[in-house]
């Protein structure tokens, strides 16, 4: 059964919209991540955390809040969405042991009109 | 902080032959490092993870090279087969931060037969 699973998969708003991104892993993984992915960028880290409560800010953070609620779920919220943000996003976890490998999910594909 | 560069962005080989992708990278403390295939419409999956002990690490079909002097990660498919049509990412993390990687930009493979 997949570790790491996002929801939803595809999604389409509009300019101004509000979207949550769900992300729940099943690793008991203390680290997890949230990525966008765009062609000619690679992956790009938004925010991460190392466990509930916890947030730390990535390279690409303007435009997203994310909130760990426990260990296993973490959310990534576009409370004012713009067109720049239509992208492939990603969440994964990590964990001690792992050393920095890091467990993807399926990814969501979010388009912003 | 660290950059990862990857080359080539694109790669078109024909069934049988090599498909060499390099990364260079610039920190020196740099420690771990990973390959992952992204097949189409699909996530990332950890091809293989090398760490700075090791220089040379073989998988099914694939070598990985480590050159610390040179700070170059490479990874060489050889006798490619359409099956390995795919995005490929290196990835590097810091010994002392392994919560976080840098990724390159990716390097999408097309095996013809």
């Known amino acids: 059964e997949a570790a790491v699973t996002q929801s939803p998969r595809n999604k389409v708003t509009v300019t101004g919209g509000n979207v949550t991104l769900s992300c729940r892993q099943t690793n008991s993984h203390n680290y997890m991540y949230w990525y966008r992915q765009d062609t000619g960028h690679g992956l790009r880290l938004i925010h991460y955390?190392?466990?509930?409560?916890?947030?730390q800010i990535g390279d690409v953070p303007d435009g997203y809040k994310a909130t760990r609620t426990t260990q296993e779920d973490f959310f990534l919220l576009l409370e004012l969405a713009s067109p720049s943000q239509t992208s492939l996003y990603f969440c994964?976890?990590?964990?001690?042991?792992?050393?920095?490998?890091?467990?993807f999910g399926p990814g969501t594909r979010l388009t912003v009109l | 902080g660290e950059q990862v560069e990857q080359r080539p962005p694109h790669l078109s080989v024909r069934e049988g032959d090599s498909a060499f992708i390099t990364c260079t990278y610039t920190d020196p403390n740099s420690y771990y490092f990973f390959w992952y295939k992204q097949e189409p419409g699909a996530s990332l999956q950890l091809l293989m993870k090398?760490?700075?002990?090791?220089e040379i690490n073989e998988g099914q079909g694939f070598t990985v090279l480590l050159n610390k002097k040179d700070k170059r990660l490479s990874l060489n498919l050889t006798a490619a087969h359409p099956g390995d049509s795919a995005a490929y990412f290196c990835?590097?993390?810091?010994?002392?931060?392994?919560?976080?990687?840098?990724f390159g930009t990716g390097t999408r493979l097309q095996v013809s037969p």
């Open positions: 955390s190392y466990g509930a409560g916890n947030l």
């Open positions: 994964a976890s990590s964990g001690p042991g792992t050393r920095g490998e890091q467990y």
């Open positions: 090398v760490f700075s002990s090791t």
């Open positions: 990835a590097v993390s810091l010994s002392s931060n392994t919560d976080k990687v840098v």
